[in-house]
């Protein structure tokens, strides 16, 4: 099941499904009510995952008077989860790219503002005209239950479904949560697929375009730490709850944005997230962060029209 977060006449979040066998969003997409054990469901996702006790099989759906998804105002498919706990240098080879010494057991995890969500369609803003952003595509996950020293065997028990998000990135030597968590940095959706219909996690597949060049593509089975060991561990450090998001970092192909980019991440069996990118309210950053921190490298590691294979020479050094 696709759940998909929209806002209604009263500014107030409501939960919609998608059935089809579609990966892109469009107004004709049929669209169904929700309902949890049999009755119908008028409120956010966050709350229908915290009455479903985390368990997708007690929803079901039902003809809606909306038809479509024609004239909804989508947000992310949870828009105002408490935390984003993030995972830091979790693909070998975005190790490599960014000349990191070392990944995800030298450094934990990281937290992400919930401020800083928006949804499929949205715009990022850039806030500085001075500075290095980049994309970062990513799997992420969304928590069912509550979970704290949860086993890697227990660990998938403890999701209600998966979703695209995009990590947006300030370069520099400020502290990770300050250069992740500027407003409209983590654009999430397009929906959240429930776990029956995405299978194992880690025969997914990821990839990024940027105004449609390539630059990610990679396997989810490349993950250092992979699902299970990653919301494990995030909740040896912390208690988890019903709609935290947690996401599992990014492959190697990081590269710069720029105003009029529009951005998407892909992932199979899960669907196809896009935003745009806008720097018109752009100013000089206050910091003094600028060439310190990891070297990116100055070009993104695959840059060749999405469809097209990348070859030898399009994917360069590290």
């Known amino acids: 099941m696709k759940l998909i977060s929209h806002l209604d006449a009263d500014e107030r979040s409501r939960v919609v499904t998608v059935l089809a066998l579609v990966d892109e969003l469009d107004a004709a997409t049929e669209v169904h009510d929700v309902l949890l054990d049999g009755e119908a469901w008028a409120a956010d996702l966050r709350g229908l995952i915290?009455?479903?006790?985390?368990?997708?099989?007690?929803?079901?759906?039902?003809?809606?008077?909306r038809g479509t998804l024609a004239g909804l105002r989508l947000t992310a498919p949870v828009a105002d989860p408490s935390k984003i706990v993030a995972a830091p240098v979790n693909y070998r080879d975005h190790q490599?790219?960014?000349?990191?010494?070392?990944?995800?057991?030298g450094l934990g995890v990281f937290l992400k503002a919930p401020s800083s969500v928006i949804g499929h369609g949205g715009v990022v803003q850039l806030p500085y005209d001075d500075r290095r952003f980049d994309q970062e595509g990513e799997l992420a996950l969304v928590v069912g239950r509550t979970a704290r020293h949860v086993t890697p065997e227990q660990a998938l028990d403890h999701v209600f479904g998966y979703t695209c998000l995009l990590?947006?990135?300030?370069?520099?030597?400020?502290?990770?949560s300050t250069r992740k968590s500027f407003d409209s940095f983590s654009p999430m959706g397009?929906?959240?697929?429930?776990?029956?219909?995405?299978?194992?996690?880690?025969?997914?597949?990821?990839?990024?375009?940027v105004s449609g060049a390539l630059r990610q593509d990679a396997?989810?089975?490349?993950?250092?730490?992979?699902?299970?060991?990653?919301?494990?561990?995030?909740?040896?450090v912390m208690t988890l709850h019903?709609?935290?998001?947690?996401?599992?970092?990014?492959?190697?192909?990081?590269?710069?944005?720029?105003?009029?980019?529009?951005?998407?991440?892909?992932?199979?069996?899960?669907?196809?997230?896009?935003?745009?990118?806008?720097?018109?309210?752009?100013?000089?950053?206050?910091?003094?962060?600028a060439g310190r921190g990891p070297v990116p490298p100055p070009t993104p590691t695959h840059t060749v029209i999405s469809g097209e294979p990348p070859s030898a020479t399009s994917q360069g050094a590290p």
């Open 50 to 65: 915290r009455a479903a006790d985390g368990d997708p099989s007690r929803l079901a759906v039902a003809p809606s008077p």
């Open 219 to 236: 396997d989810v089975a490349d993950l250092i730490w992979d699902i299970p060991a990653l919301l494990s561990y995030a909740s040896s």
């Open 96 to 105: 490599a790219e960014m000349n990191e010494d070392t990944h995800i057991d």
């Open 190 to 209: 397009p929906w959240l697929v429930t776990p029956n219909e995405v299978g194992d996690p880690s025969k997914l597949h990821l990839s990024t375009t």
């Open 242 to 289: 019903p709609g935290d998001v947690i996401t599992s970092g990014t492959p190697a192909g990081i590269g710069q944005l720029h105003g009029g980019d529009d951005v998407c991440v892909s992932i199979s069996r899960i669907g196809s997230l896009r935003v745009s990118v806008d720097d018109q309210a752009a100013v000089h950053c206050p910091t003094r962060g």
């Open 167 to 176: 990590d947006i990135t300030m370069r520099g030597g400020e502290d990770r």
